[in-house]
């Protein structure tokens, strides 16, 4: 065999190794670059969820903490509207004792007022603690919600 063809054969074998060495080696390093690239990407997007979490959470937080601190005036509030309540009822009472010594049509009168006075107040009592809860209740979600 020829001592050219046979060095031209080893320089290709060895060129071509090394060729395929430095390619190797060069897609293996874009492979780690990608690879990189990728977890900083992931690492990135999890920081970003777990901020609104809190940001969420934080919302919720400082709503169900004002609905707190609204309860105990929706309470009083409540209270106060039963005490006016109590308050007309024994007024209305006083009335129709007083209004004893009239006739049987103002008694009438007064009796029907009574009643309706008793039914309405305990109905607007009634209204009135709905009212307030349903407005609070809008308050904590309205606080509560993503901006």
Known sequence: MNFT???????AAIGFGAGFGSAWTLQG???DSIKLEAANERITIQ???RATIERT??????AQSAAATRAPVLRRNAV?????????????TATVRAAA???DACRAII?????ILIESSSF???VAAVADQCISDVKTLTEAWQK
């Not at 063809?5 to 320089?11: I, K, P, Q, R």
């Open 124 to 126: 607007s009592e009634e």
């Open 57 to 62: 959470s934080n919302a919720v937080i400082a």
């Open 29 to 31: 390093r874009n492979i």
């Open 101 to 103: 010594d009239y006739t």
């Open 5 to 11: 063809l046979v060095s031209v054969a080893v320089a």
């Open 111 to 115: 009796s029907a007022y009574d009643g």
């Open 47 to 49: 920081r970003a969820a």
């Open 80 to 92: 106060a509207a039963s005490s006016a309540g109590n308050g007309l009822r024994i007024a209305s």
